[in-house]
């Protein structure tokens, strides 16, 4: 069994954050950090502050979720929080990030086991399937764009060396073990 530990009260915050239906959730959508070495308070702190997304800060991370790479789970916000972390989708999708640095190799398997578990647990929680798991890259108006008729991939995130459709087959298996996914709040 996996544990989440629920951080959320303590994580920085820039100001208050907006609240959203969470009846409207229809998206899991995988993230990283990009950037080595970085975990879920320096995330925190780089997204509270001036950065790429707001010169003002973000009011919160971005990220509802967060996953070390030794498979270390936070909860980082309660879901009804509407974070910025991938634009038009905001209204309706969670995020979850991985503390990796999108690089050449692929994140390791305990962090990817313990991200699909988690994925599991939300797609049940909220009524979706494991193909409502996306990254990144893959959402139309963020990651991806229409230029000049075609579509123009913008961000590799969660990472070029991570393969969605055998992630989400691993989510799609972990709803399948008995007992499920098997990820409790500490």
Not at 30 to 56: F, K, Q
């Amino acid at each position: 069994m996996r544990w989440l530990h629920d951080i959320s009260r303590v994580l920085p915050v820039n100001r208050d954050p907006e609240i959203r239906d969470e009846a409207g959730i229809d998206t899991v959508v995988l993230h990283c950090t990009a950037m080595p070495g970085w975990n879920v308070w320096e995330t925190a702190r780089y997204h509270t502050s001036s950065n790429h997304i707001s010169p003002d800060g973000c009011p919160t991370i971005g990220y509802a979720y967060f996953v070390e790479p030794d498979g270390l789970m936070y909860r980082c916000l309660p879901r009804a929080v509407r974070s910025w972390h991938v634009g038009p989708w905001n209204d309706r999708a969670i995020g979850v990030c991985l503390a990796y640095d999108a690089g050449e190799e692929a994140p390791p398997d305990e962090q990817l086991e313990a991200a699909a578990d988690l994925c599991a647990d939300l797609v049940r929680e909220l009524g979706l399937e494991p193909r409502r798991v996306l990254g990144h890259r893959e959402l139309e108006g963020t990651g991806v764009v229409v230029e000049g008729g075609r579509m123009v991939q913008r961000k590799e995130c969660p990472g070029k060396a991570i393969d969605m459709d055998r992630f989400r087959r691993m989510v799609a298996d972990a709803l399948e073990r008995p007992g499920g996914a098997g990820v409790k709040d500490a």
